[in-house]
């Protein structure tokens, strides 16, 4: 059994910045990728940062490369996402993700196995 707990959430003013956490627990031997995903209303749910287990693979989604960051801290089984220079259109709901590999399925939510509850992320214009 694998849990993942997010927090950090909350509201912010554009060009602010938050950091989100993600604890992990149980298993966590299985859980070579981590991921970032957020879903705002109407819209699906896309792949915003991820990272392999040594940190030596990261990816961005174009919308936010260069004001997010990925980085994870084994020892703790945590990974964070640190969002500077946030924008209005960044609003949404944050979802921490596991997967056992870095492959083609990576970037796609059906290749995660493990969530976590979700934590809103608020910029007001």
């Known amino acids: 059994q694998v849990q993942l707990v997010e927090s950090g959430g909350g509201l912010v003013q554009a060009g602010g910045s938050l950091r989100l956490s993600c604890v992990v627990s149980g298993r966590t031997f299985s859980l070579y990728t981590m991921g970032w995903f957020r879903q705002a209303p109407g819209k699906e749910r896309e792949l915003v940062a991820a990272i392999n287990w040594s940190g030596g693979s990261t990816y961005y989604a174009d919308s936010v490369k260069g004001r997010f960051t990925i980085s994870r801290d084994n020892a703790k089984k945590t990974n964070y996402l640190q969002m500077n220079s946030l924008k209005f259109e960044d609003t949404a709901i944050y979802y921490c993700?596991?997967?056992?590999?870095?492959?083609?399925?990576?970037?796609?939510?059906?290749?995660?196995?493990?969530w976590g509850q979700g934590a809103q992320v608020t910029v007001s214009s």
């Open positions: 993700a596991g997967r056992s590999a870095w492959d083609g399925r990576t970037y796609d939510p059906i290749g995660y196995d493990y």
